[in-house]
């Protein structure tokens, strides 16, 4: 059963960050699957560690298009990523040495994600959508 689930209400309405944002929710939704059907250290870790992968080039992909257009508030927006990226690294790093993972730390992961593309990259969104257009 699923999750976590995409929810349009935020769209960024910017459809190569949207389509990056979905696959991220789906990557979490993923784990969520993998740890309630108990399916076994091999593939829960393969799956966060799938996670993890698509996070940092999701996180660069990102930052990469903000320091092209100068975003003014690049430092805490990035400051932001590496905190979620930590997050789940040490999770992955618990997981390996034994520790199952909660329902509390993915509800954790998933509304910090949700919260993070509500606020910090709507802001992000807006000041893409208000760069004039050549």
Known sequence: MSR?????????????????????????????ESVQKCEGE??????LQKLIS?????FNEEERLMLSFNYPVFTSHRQEHDYYVTKLKDLQER???????????LDFMADWIVCHIKGTD????????EIPKK
């Open 95 to 105: 997981f390996r040495k034994g520790e199952e993972i909660s329902g509390d730390t």
């Open 42 to 47: 091999q593939v829960i870790g393969d799956v």
């Open 4 to 32: 976590f689930a995409w929810d349009d209400s935020i769209s960024l309405n910017i459809a190569a960050i949207d389509d990056q944002h979905k696959a991220l929710i789906s990557w979490i939704d993923a784990l969520y």
């Open 54 to 58: 698509y996070v940092v080039m999701h």
């Open 122 to 129: 709507q802001n992000f969104g807006r000041f893409l959508r």
